[in-house]
């Protein structure tokens, strides 16, 4: 199959950013666009959501059509793995670091064009322990951002609002040794954060050169004790992947260990799932999804 099929289930997450407002946009769209929507839910429950996904695609829905931010998608793309549905995603969120790695329209127009008009392929997923994830997970500060942030806060004031609250928790944070295991090799260092990326962006930003479906998964971690060369890396992304590389230790692979002293949270697309030590690996071709051509 290459192109996307004509019967659809709409999801969306109305806590997300964006989701209240789209949903209905996005069900005119679609029928203007040849989809006909055998079932359409608004979730007002995040709880709810995955659920509501895994009922969709166990029903045996063609393609499912996911409304909401990373960590909507994180929450259902487990759903997805094995199974003949497809993978549709409407991008409602603040960052949407996983639309951004596969290059989707971020407005809602361009992404029904996708949806209806695209190509079929499957796309690689990471996993932690036994979780999958579409796009990336982090320890140190992406975690202590999202553990802390108040209820509402990145919903209301978008990227801004995210990155006022992350200079707040800049002086909580401290740095913490990294041991990172890949088959007989193993290296330990001190790090300022870690990056699992299966895709190119973390926090709406390029930081990763890779590719969804490259094959491998990229450990990124910023090395060192001084919370100067973490600002200074996180200013760098601003300019692209290439000049953040400079600032990083990079291991590519598809099976990982990963340690920390101490034991640290993990965001996993932005919802904190996990915490160290974990095992990492690569879930080649694990997903049909609809994405541009």
Not at 81 to 106: C, E, H, Q, W
Not at 132 to 153: D, E, K, R, V
């Amino acid at each position: 199959m290459n192109k996307p099929p004509r019967q659809a289930a709409l999801i969306v997450n109305t806590k997300s950013r964006k989701g209240q407002k789209a949903f209905r946009e996005a069900c005119r769209l679609l029928k203007e666009a040849g989809i006909e929507l055998v079932i359409r839910k608004a979730v007002k429950r995040p709880s709810a959501f995955a659920g509501e996904v895994c009922k969709a695609v166990e029903a045996g829905v063609p393609m499912v059509i996911v409304g909401g931010g990373d960590g909507s998608v994180s929450s259902t793309v487990d759903h997805f793995v094995g199974k003949g549905s497809i993978f549709a995603l409407l991008p409602l969120g603040t960052a949407n670091s996983f639309a951004r790695s596969l290059d989707m329209p971020l407005d809602i127009e361009g992404a029904i064009r996708v949806i209806a008009e695209g190509k079929v392929k499957t796309v690689d997923l990471g996993m932690i322990d036994r979780d999958y994830f579409a796009n990336c997970a982090a320890i140190g500060l992406s975690p202590l951002i999202a553990q802390t942030m108040p209820h509402g806060l990145k919903r209301i004031f978008g990227r801004p609002g995210y990155l006022a609250w992350a200079a707040l928790q800049m002086a909580r944070f401290k740095p913490f040794t990294l041991t990172v295991t890949q088959g007989t090799q193993v290296e330990t260092l001190d790090a300022l954060e870690v990056r699992i990326a299966n895709g190119r962006f973390h926090g709406g930003a390029e930081l990763v050169k890779t590719q969804v479906d490259a094959g491998e998964i990229v450990i990124q971690a910023i090395d060192g004790k001084l919370r100067a060369k973490l600002l200074w890396s996180w200013g760098l992304a601003l300019i692209g992947p290439d000049q953040v590389r400079g600032t990083v230790r990079e291991f590519r692979g598809r099976e990982f260990r990963i340690e920390t002293d101490p034991p640290l949270p993990i965001s996993i697309d932005g919802e904190v799932r996990a915490k160290t030590p974990v095992e990492v690996r690569l879930a080649r071709r694990a997903m049909l999804m609809a994405v541009p051509r």
